[in-house]
């Protein structure tokens, strides 16, 4: 229900957001990629694009990195203001991610990260959220080394055990700052 309300809420900033993509970039204005949500279940979370179009057969998907080149001035924008993560709450009205909780990844990071750090796939216990315990204390966007990524999965994981209505309320609070 909040979903579906914050959708109404966030339309017209979502319409002006996809006529800023369409003007600055060729490409459609939504990302698609395939996720892995509750119980590993394979799930295809929307973004905004914010990456110059490059049709790919590839499944390979190199890690968004800080100054990025294939990121445009407006994705840049997005991205600072984690504006493009606002289709989301379409995966959030569909079901498939709630508004909080471990944030999920690429199919190919969730492969690799599985491989190197325990309990990585415990994280696939709740369904992914668009913000989480681990974004909203500074482990949010690209992570450069397998340290980093194990500290984010510990956060998702003290989430996990220690979930409270209460405690998403204060994820949901602190989001924005």
Known sequence: ALSALLILLFAPLMVIIALGIKMTSNGPVLFRQKRYGFNNNEITVLKFRTMRWEPSASAVVPQAQRNDARVTWFGRLLRHT?????????????????????????????????????????????????????????????????????????????YIENWSLLLDLNILAMTPF
Not at 107 to 122: M, P, R
């Open 82 to 158: 984690s504006l493009d993560e606002l289709p989301q709450l379409f995966n959030v009205l569909l079901g498939e991610m709630s508004l909080v909780g471990p944030r999920p990844h690429a199919v190919a990071h969730n492969v690799q990260y599985a491989a190197i750090i325990d309990e990585y796939l415990s994280r696939h216990r709740v369904k992914p959220g668009i913000t989480g315990w681990a974004q909203v204390n500074g482990l949010r966007g690209e992570t450069r080394t397998a340290e980093l990524m194990r500290r984010r999965v510990q956060h998702d994981l003290d």
